[in-house]
């Protein structure tokens, strides 16, 4: 039950580009290998600033599924889901919403940028206000103890542990929690035992976080204790109670280093992007036709590759003999801009060729990836149904 298990979640609000591949995608791919992993689409959190073009929504739900396959996120070892699937999420948003301070969700840095950052849009809505709530209970609902999510939403899951930690104080403490609790300390051996409660106190009384990891470590290898034993004892080592839901670590995605055609960030909103699914014709155009070194205005004038977007591909796709051979041919004029943009091209069409065939694969196959998303949600309603069990009942509703 504590063994790692990672989740995250992207808005589908247009089609994939290689900034998504070579930043979220590849570590997804990475993480799949190493963790139980569960991606979602986060369809409802597209609505808190689409809220006025559903369709939007609708056309890229799909395709962003088809992508995440296409890269390489393989459906056999991971799940795939689509949020509004799950509806515990939502449930769970309004439970945690009941004893979320508003100061908090103000003080969200995320809350204020974006709604200046958007400001053609109305955000001063209930939704939005509420959205980090929102991705807390994505995180919770699952008991996800890992949040591969870029800097910018690092406060974000800080947010997060701080609802987990409310929610488990002011929740987590059963009728007669410290008697039953010392009751299952001795279930573990004396010898265990004596180990647990020293680094119990080590923690509690120097914030020994060595001793607190000691003690979750055999917490994790005691077979014979009950499930709500363990709980119980995991509880009482930070003494806060029955820790019901569990509090997640950001695991922080590095920057793509992967630029746009023209030199700033690969993104939508700056028309700069190489989607996955984009034609090999369309691509060879885009790069033949990217901007270079302004000072290369005659085929005979030498440049600088530092002040060249084409170099910053090269940095991405090139070894270190072609890396020589275009600065040499760029600052001698030796070679002409279109030249030196060939290898770059022809690694883009190379990384992306077994993409685009997997996407034609989806595409030729909907009823594949509708069989995926629907086995993924099953898994995930499993998952997000037990907690919610506990979750009621910490919060008093179990009528009938
Ligand atoms: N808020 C994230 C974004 O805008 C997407 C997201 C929603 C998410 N829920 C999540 C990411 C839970 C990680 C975990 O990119
Ligand atoms: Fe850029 Fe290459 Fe042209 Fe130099 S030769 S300006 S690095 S494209």
């Keep these: 039950m504590y063994s790692d298990r990672v989740l995250s979640g992207m808005r589908p609000t247009g089609r994939l580009h290689l900034g998504h591949y070579h930043g979220v995608l590849k570590n997804w791919l990475h993480l799949q290998n190493e963790y139980q992993c569960l991606f979602f689409v986060a369809d409802w959190h597209a609505l808190t600033t689409h809220y006025d073009t559903p369709q939007v929504i609708e056309d890229n739900v799909r395709d962003m599924v088809i992508d995440w396959l296409a890269a390489g996120v393989d459906p056999a070892q991971t799940t ?46 209930y939704g939005f206000l509420g959205y980090p709530l929102l991705q807390s209970a994505d995180i919770l609902i699952y008991r996800a103890n890992r949040v591969p999510v ?64 000691s003690a979750k470590a055999l917490l994790n290898d005691a077979q014979n204790l009950s499930m709500n034993d363990r709980e119980r004892l995991f509880g009482y080592l930070e003494g806060s109670g029955k820790m019901i839901l569990v509090e997640p670590e950001a695991l922080l995605t590095e920057a793509s280093k992967m630029p746009g055609l023209d030199g700033q960030k690969m993104s939508k909103s700056y028309n700069n992007t190489i989607a996955l699914r984009e034609d090999p014709e369309v ?29 910053q591909f090269h940095l991405v796709y090139s070894d270190d003999t072609t890396r020589q051979w275009a600065t040499a041919g760029c600052t001698s004029a030796g070679i002409g801009c ?63």
């Excluded at 609802?163 to 004396?190: Q, T, W």
């Design 150 to 213: 870029g800097a910018d939403q690092v406060p974000h899951i800080e947010f997060t542990r701080e609802i987990c930690r409310r929610f488990n104080h002011l929740y987590g403490r059963e009728p007669g929690f410290e008697d039953k609790a010392r009751a299952a300390v001795k279930k573990l051996g004396s010898k265990k035992a004596r180990l647990y409660e020293e680094c119990r106190t080590a923690y509690q009384e120097k914030g020994d976080d060595e001793a607190l990891e």
């Design 338 to 400: 279109l030249e030196c943009k060939q290898p770059v091209i022809d690694a883009v069409l190379a990384e992306l060729a077994p993409i685009r065939a997997r996407a034609a694969y989806y595409e030729d196959n909907p009823d594949q990836v509708r069989n995926i998303l629907a086995d993924g949600c099953e898994r995930a309603q499993e998952l997000a149904r037990d907690t919610m069990r506990d979750v009621r009942e910490a919060m008093g509703l179990t009528f009938g």
């Design 283 to 311: 691509i060879t155009k885009k790069i033949r036709t990217m901007p270079t070194d302004p000072a290369r205005v005659r085929r005979t004038d030498p440049g600088n590759p530092a002040n060249c977007p084409v170099w």
């Design 80 to 125: 795939l889901f689509v949020q509004s699937r799950v509806i515990e999420h939502a449930e769970l948003h309004l439970l945690l919403s009941m004893m979320t301070p508003l100061g908090w969700l103000e003080r969200v840095p995320t809350y204020k940028d974006q709604q200046e950052k958007l400001s053609e849009k109305d955000l001063s809505t």
